[in-house]
């Protein structure tokens, strides 16, 4: 317990040594006197103070002086040699080497960049110290290691309300931040040789994913396995934050438990005990260096090679020490880690996993031999036991700085984490043997992949089913700091007065229990079951299927064919919400679009076409003809020849007949011009005229083409002048879709609102009601999404 003592002082004086900014040779000098009483603590003294509490007490003060110390010399001071120093100056040019991973996200990719040198706006170059967060736009792919030169003007990381991004990037030790940058990569490559290894394979397992399997799915998987979360839809990762299951997203200790059995199960069959124990925290380390080494996971690391070293050791390991020594550790290296929030919550899980669990289990257990005999009660504790106490026991501490963190409480986190929790250990299982097969066979990849995708799949569902709840989570703004620290006192005071009459074990959760023979098999056939069930629900259905994606900003259209084919009607929006609309439409093994039509010339705002080729294979591309502008749409035109799909160009009156007697009008196209298009199945008609601006309009009105439409893709967004009142009459629409989205500048004018209200048809609007599908045999229509 000695050490659970010193781990605290040491916290609190990492703590309270950043909130007093004073002089760490101050604070070691403290705690040289600290020491010196340590060591001149008195032998003997009255019966309650005896030298070992006197060493204690002096012990800690030895260790709250040196927290103090650690923090204050880790504290920032910038001189004419530091990068920070030169933030807010104007533009500059750095030259420097990546450090880590590049970070892709919807717009641009982030850099960390090691700073060498700094040449400033009036030309004068010097050397400097220091890591800038660059953000460089999406025109080539960077690795770890590659030296680059970035122009761009230097800035300190802005402060937002309620969130300072300045402290954010500050405890990973980055003060500077460049937008919109201009990266070359000047040279070969650098870096730590293990590193770039670890990473570069990280790299191909990542995109093995993507091709494996479909969106959301691939993402999903992505950030369980490799800790990359950037592919995750914002829609997916809300849902997952509603649910109280963020923490299946982000690589956790339950990921590095799994692995570790399964790499002690198969090399002890091969192996003496003594090399399988090293292989398996060997490979327990790496994996940790493999997927980035957060916090978390370094945390995770340590206190699982302390349980496998114990048990070598013939130890039972006590989890209060093996946490301290974890955080002591952690926080020793970079004391800026006490306030990372995915520590904070890993700590906290792991410490009432270690409180809470085997008090739990026996309040169930007898609860439960109350109405059954004590075997039966066993053996239901035993199996709810992963699923549902551990869920519970990781809950009660996390739930208020969860709650205080991400302004959220959720009301279905128990039953949520109860369903999904059991998933996860064959979803990493087969997960991984397909990532790792798809390297060497690729079909055998595959096909683990598919069993992969049914556990991925249902983790989705449950997830989504719960977060579409209307009490799915409460909104807690007004919880404040002290509030917390005071749910925490009271929590962890009646903890330790319920603690004292009973003699606290650790122990170890079990993650991965091996099944051999007949249930090895019984489980394989439930999974093709499964499998063939999902499929069948996943094969035409005879109707047509027209889903207006939520894609942040930008109009998307995905139409699905009676007999299966699929056409993506523009590409401007969040690439995640596309390719996550993609996943949900496409069966799992879907990977073709058979017609991709760009409704506005290529520009900056068509990056998400990009991964939608990487991923999918395109049967042809209607444009309206231009080449589009800018580095990216240059870009985006290599990236189209070498797909090798079929091109054409739009003109009007130009019909497309895509089979089962769905066909595509094309009725305005103009080189340079946004496109307006006419679906027709049957008596349903949808006109997607969303990117249309108004002398579009006039122009439809003029050109002799039949308008009339069940549904109507409100033009431009029904801002400023759209849908006159004359171009309304000539549609004559059932139902107005705005397809818009959450981070769209786009705002509809109450008077094109008026007139669309006007004409009686029902208003839907992807920024308030998300992804909305259309379905129709061709007589009748539904509506899956909005009110």
Known sequence: MTLVYLCIAWLAGIAVGRAAQGSWWLWLGLAALALIAFVLSPKAGKEWLTRFSWRTAFGCALFFSLGAARIGIALPHFDEHDLATYNDRGFVTLEGVIVAAPDVRDTHVNLRVQVESLTLPEGEEQPVRGVALVQAPLLREYRYGDPVRVHGELHTPPEFEGFSYRDYLARQGVYSLIRYAQVDVTGERRGNPVRRLLLDFRDQAYSVINRLLSEPQASLLAGILLGIESGISPDLREAFNATGAAHVIAISGSNLAILAGVIQ??????????????????GVLVYALFVGGDPAVIRAAIMVTLGLVAARLGRQTWGFTSLAFAALLMTAINPYTLWDASFQLSFLATLGLILYVEPLQALLEKGLSALLTAETARRIVGALSDAFVVTVAAQITTTPVMAYLFRQFSLVSLPVNFLIIPLQTPLMILGGLAVLSALIVWPVGQVLAWGSWLFLSLTIWVVRLFARLPFASLDVENLSAVAVWGIYGVMFGLTFLAMQSDEQRARRAEWLRQAFGTKLLAGAGLVVAALLFVGAGSLPDGKLHVTFVDAGSGTVTLIRTPGGRYILVGAEGSPRRILAALGDALPFWERRLDLVILTRPLSSRSGALLPVL??????????????GEGQLAAGLWT??????????????????????????????????????????????HFLLAGDLPPEGEASLLNSGFPLNAT????????????????FLAAVTPQIGVLALGSSDRVIPDPQTLDRLEATGALLYRTDEQGTLEFVSDGQRLWIRGGP
């Open 639 to 684: 990236a189209i020849e070498t797909e090798g799909a079929a091109q054409v160009v739009a003109q009007p009156g130009m019909r497309i007949s895509v089979g089962d007697d769905v066909t595509l009008t094309v009725l305005h196209a103009s080189v340079g011009e946004p496109l307006a298009l006419m679906l027709a199945y049957g008596e349903a």
């Open 711 to 726: 549904v109507l893709e409100v033009p431009a967004g029904g801002s400023g002048d759209a849908a006159s009142e004359a």
């Open 614 to 627: 990487e991923r999918y294979q395109v049967g042809a591309l209607v444009t309206d003809g231009s080449q």
């Open 265 to 282: 199960n198969v090399t002890r069959r091969f192996m003496k005990e003594h090399l399988s124990s090293l292989l398996t925290i060997a």
